[in-house]
């Protein structure tokens, strides 16, 4: 473990951190404990929407609209990017962190449960980031498929759990053994999905990255 920490802190020492208002949004997030994408996912991200060239973009999982923003920097001028938060007060942030950088018209909140609003969206999306309520990635799969394009990608943060994954139902706190044995089960799914080829990476608390193969 302690190799794996010197080894991230050496990869992270080639990383440049956000200037500016983003730069401040980032560390604000981390110092009042909002989740925010870790640098390593952060670099990987990046480099898949400079490939791709998304046209639009679906996240679920705003918290504060970092990673909204950032996506907005390395994406199309013509890309859109609809975002879906739960949590009210962290809404209001976003946007107002959305409408201090002039990207209201590229990036649309909505507040809501993923659950609930990703039935009612429609056409497609070419690049999905799924970065909210582990416990519910399993939940909403059968929507995301719906909704990813052919040829799109589907990346899926947090999949590791802090290394909580490694370990049997058993050896996992009672209170987190639901979440564990749904993260386990999403995992299974992408990997058995003959719609997806799927890759898991331990880049920052792990990922997974699926690419839409057929309809």
């Not at 973009?57 to 907005?72: D, F, Q």
């Amino acid at each position: 473990m302690q190799d794996l920490e010197r080894i991230t802190s050496f990869i992270n020492s080639f990383y440049s951190d956000d200037g500016g208002t983003l730069g401040e949004i980032y560390e604000n997030a981390k110092a009042a404990h909002v989740p925010v994408i870790r640098k390593e996912t952060r670099e990987l991200l990046k480099l898949l929407l400079l490939m791709k060239r998304p046209a639009n973009i679906l996240e679920i999982g705003t918290a504060v609209g970092y990673s909204a923003l950032y996506m907005s920097k390395y994406a199309s001028c013509h890309t859109h990017i609809t975002t879906i938060e739960m949590d009210g007060e962290r809404v209001k942030e976003a946007e107002k962190n959305i409408q201090n950088l002039g990207m209201s018209g590229m990036i649309t909140v909505i507040q809501g449960d993923a659950l609930k609003i990703l039935p009612e969206l429609t056409g497609t999306y070419d690049f999905i980031f799924m970065d909210a309520a582990k416990g519910q990635y399993i939940n909403y799969l059968e929507e995301v498929m719906r909704l990813l394009a052919p040829g799109g990608i589907l990346l899926s943060d947090n999949i590791l759990q802090e290394g909580e994954i490694l370990e049997s139902h058993f050896l996992v706190t009672k209170r987190d053994r639901t979440i564990h044995d749904r993260m386990r089960a999403y995992l299974t799914a992408l990997k058995n999905d003959s719609r997806l080829e799927t890759a898991i990476l331990s880049v920052g608390d792990g990922i997974a990255l699926s690419v839409r193969t057929n309809m």
